[in-house]
């Protein structure tokens, strides 16, 4: 039987390990094989308190961190936990763990853009990661798909390198800050197509170009690319804690101030939850707080 079991290990998974380590609590890290999770996204941190340089040096130094604290580490991924007087995680391999109280810490997953090519070209010229992969584009020309902040911001990011970013987006207004769409509008190497959805992004080896529907008029057009960006959003996942937890609209995990969830003794931090700017730091902040209201629950037996 476990004091506290935390599921991932991002920014908010490894600060709970951090944490409960600390109170002494027996402590298992159950994680999928990305470890640090979506901070390794990018080469450019500059907003993290205390330090500059890249989210996969962050990440290491939070993982070496934890791992000093005596957390049990547990490479596998969560399927299914289950409550009754304790919880039971199973994990992907069939195994059964115990645990008096659990943190969820497993982030989100990028939306897919489930259209013909993207399984093939993912990672031949097809991207989810502006921020890590427009400087292999220099002068060359490419698409992003979206309307939110990471797509225009993605699209502004895109035109220092590439020869020519078309920004595609399925409205005719963007989700994004005007201030960024009207920098994105004057940014000349930038083409907005409103009204347009992906449709095929096709190619040989890598992505040659992507193939584009008008909403309207069903009429399709092709872009010749060397690069496609996709900056569509994300998923929770939340059919392991079924019944265990409540989401918001777009399926985040409903928590208190202090990442409580519905369920007495499970727990919930960073960006599977409701609170809004998915930030390291604010994981991070969040995982802290989540361990101590475990330690507060196994030794005074209630929160
Ligand atoms: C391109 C990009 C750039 C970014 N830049 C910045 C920035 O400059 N500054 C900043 O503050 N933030 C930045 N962010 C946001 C930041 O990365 C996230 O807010 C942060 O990673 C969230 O941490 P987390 O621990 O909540 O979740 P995640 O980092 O998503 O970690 C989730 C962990 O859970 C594991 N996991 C998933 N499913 C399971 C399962 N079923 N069982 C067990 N383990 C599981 C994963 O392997 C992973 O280890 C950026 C994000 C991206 C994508």
New binding site residues.
């Given amino acids: 039987m476990y004091d506290v079991a935390i ?8 600060t709970a390990a951090i944490y409960a380590g600390r109170k002494k609590l027996k402590t298992v890290l ?10 390794n ?2 080469n ?5 308190p205390g330090y500059e340089g890249s ?1 996969p040096e962050l990440m290491k130094k939070f993982w070496e961190q934890a791992k000093t604290w005596g957390a049990e580490v547990i490479e ?4 299914n936990i289950k409550h009754t007087k304790h919880f039971t995680l199973t994990l992907s391999n069939g195994k059964q763990l115990e645990a008096k109280t659990v943190i969820l ?4 997953e990028r939306r897919k853009l489930n259209i013909p090519g993207e399984n093939k070209f993912f990672g031949r010229g097809l991207s989810t ?4 992969d427009a400087p292999l584009f220099s002068n060359k020309i490419t698409a992003i798909i979206g309307g939110g902040n990471s797509a225009v911001e993605g699209a502004l990011e895109l035109a220092r390198i590439a020869s020519k970013v078309y920004l595609v987006h399925r409205r005719e207004g963007f989700r994004a800050d005007e201030v960024t769409v009207d920098l994105a509008r004057k940014e000349p190497k930038i083409e907005i197509i409103t009204n347009h959805v992906p449709v095929e992004i096709t190619g040989e080896k890598f992505v040659r170009s992507l193939v584009i529907e008008d909403i309207n008029t069903k009429k399709q057009r092709t872009l010749d690319v060397n690069g496609v960006f996709s900056e569509i959003g994300w998923e929770t ?1 939340t059919a ?1 804690v079924a019944g265990l937890v409540d989401t918001n609209v777009v399926g985040e995990i409903l928590v208190n101030e202090l990442t409580h969830t519905r369920t007495l003794g499970l727990y919930a ?4 939850t409701h609170i809004p700017h ?6 991070a902040g ?2 802290a707080v989540a361990a101590l209201e475990a330690y507060r629950f196994v030794t005074v037996g209630k929160n």
């Avoid at 450019?44 to 993290?48: E, T, V």
């Avoid at 810490?105 to 989100?108: D, F």
């Fill in positions: 599921v991932g290990a991002g920014a908010a998974g490894l159950i994680t999928g094989p990305n470890i640090g999770g979506e901070t996204s990018t450019d941190i500059r907003n993290y989210g596998d991924t969560v399927g810490a497993y982030g989100r990661c502006t921020t890590c996942h392991m931090c960073g960006d599977l998915k930030q390291t730091v604010i994981s969040m995982g």
